[in-house]
Every structure is written in C-alpha cells, then in structure tokens.
Antibody, heavy 121, light 111 residues
Framework: QVQLQESGPGLVKPSETLSLTCAVS?????????WGWIRQPPGKGLEWIGN???????QYNPSLKSRVIISVDTSKNQFSLKVSSVTAADTAVYYC??????????????WGQGTLVSVSS | QSALTQPPSATGSPGQSVTISCTGT?????????VSWYQQHPGKAPKVMIY???KRPSGVPDRFSASKSGNTASLTVSGLQAEDEADYYC???????????FGGGTKLTVL
C-alpha cells in the first residue's frame, strides 16, 4: 500500500521560497501514476497546484505557474515542490497525492497527511 | 473564489438522503466526464468518493452515488450515517491548461 509523507519547514518568510518534499513508500514512482500537490488555506477549500509524471513531465495551475516548480527524484523515490516569492496568501496545509488510476491525472486516490506551512516574518 | 460552485452547507437526518450540487461551466464540468468528489473530515486528508462522474473506488459504500446534467454535477448520500458528517469537495478536469479545478466545499451536517 502506497504511503506519502510531506516534509519541509513549517515557517517561511515573505518573499522567500517554500520548499517541500513528498517521500513515497510502498510504490516506485518510476512505475507510473501521476503525482500531485494540492493545498488548503486554513478554513478554506482545496487548490490544485500541479502534477508531475515519473518522466518529469509537469502541469501547473496557471494562477501559480510563474512561481511553482515540481520535480521528481526517482532515485530517492520522492518528488518536491518549490513556490517562490511567497506571501501570506500561500499559508496553507500542503498535501502531496498520487493519482487514483495510472491513466487519470485528475483524481487523487492516495494522500499524505498534509503539512502546514505558514508565511510570516 | 473557487472555479466550481457548491452550496456552503447541507443537512440531513440519519437514514435520510441528501444531495450536494457542483456547478461549473462547459469548460469544465459540462465539457468532460472527469468529475470527482472528495470527503474530508476535520484535520484529515481528503478521500476520493467518486471519480469520472459516477464511479466509486473500491471500499466506498454504495450509499454514495453521483450524476451529472449539463454543467452541474451532484453527489447523493443515501441512508445518512453520523460518520458521513464531513466537508465534501467536487473537482473537475478543466482542460490541458488548467488540469484540475475544485469547488469551494460543502459542509454536510448529520442531525
């Protein structure tokens, strides 16, 4: 059974870069599926950030595209998120997730527990 | 402001049925059969309950069903149980330039 675990700083200063890693166990990223990042500001709804395939192909939310990079490290079986020039609006619980099916990019069947990232000086 | 519109709240009594709507446009909900529904309990990660408009993943009770008509998708929870009380989010494929859009969420209360 696949398990995902987010890690990274819980506090980031405004204008700096938020960096998170999602460690995957129980499944090899190289074997397929799509891997995504979704965030949820406190008390608010979900927002899709972007997806990556094991080949490295990425797709991003157009509202975040200029500030977001998602990368994959198949040797460590993990993928990462970077959001640059953060503001208080980027404060959220960040989830990493795996697509529900190998061929479907838009439904997420396995999720990490989420990690709260606060942006504050 | 979320791309998809959901009612902020819904209420039902144990054993009853409740339906939650999710309204989009022809560029998302109405244009593709890729609507998903997620259940989220407080402090927990979302759990997919429905995908591709009507399909239930393994392990999801058949009390959960869904449909779509035009630009509006709907999730129906039948035989309401206390553990169904949660936030529910719809999502849809919205084209290659904006893969996934979510609704604002509906808080389901079981009286």
């Amino acid at each position: 059974q696949v398990q995902l675990q987010e890690s990274g700083p819980g506090l980031v200063k405004p204008s700096e870069t938020l960096s998170l890693t999602c460690a995957v166990s129980g499944y090899s990223i190289s074997s397929g599926y799509y891997w995504g990042w979704i965030r949820q500001p406190p008390g608010k709804g979900l927002e899709w950030i972007g997806n990556i395939y094991h080949s490295g192909n990425t797709q991003y939310n157009p509202s975040l595209k200029s500030r977001v990079i998602i990368s994959v490290d198949t040797s460590k079986n993990q993928f990462s998120l970077k959001v640059s020039s953060v503001t208080a609006a980027d404060t959220a619980v960040y989830y990493c997730a795996r697509s529900l099916l190998t061929v479907t990019r838009v439904s997420f069947g396995s999720w990490g527990q989420g990690t709260l990232v606060s942006v504050s000086s | 402001q979320s791309a998809l519109t959901q009612p902020p709240s819904a209420t039902g009594s144990p054993g009853q049925s409740v339906t939650i709507s999710c309204t989009g446009t022809s560029s998302d909900v109405g244009g593709y059969n890729y609507v998903s529904w997620y259940q989220q309990h407080p402090g927990k990660a979302p759990k997919v309950m429905i995908y591709e408009v009507t399909k239930r993943p393994s392990g999801v009770p058949d009390r959960f069903s869904a449909s779509k008509s035009g630009n509006t998708a709907s999730l129906t929870v039948s035989g309401l149980q206390a553990e169904d009380e949660a936030d529910y989010y719809c999502s849809s494929f919205a084209g290659e330039n904006n893969l996934v859009v979510f609704g604002g969420g509906t808080k389901l209360t079981v009286l």
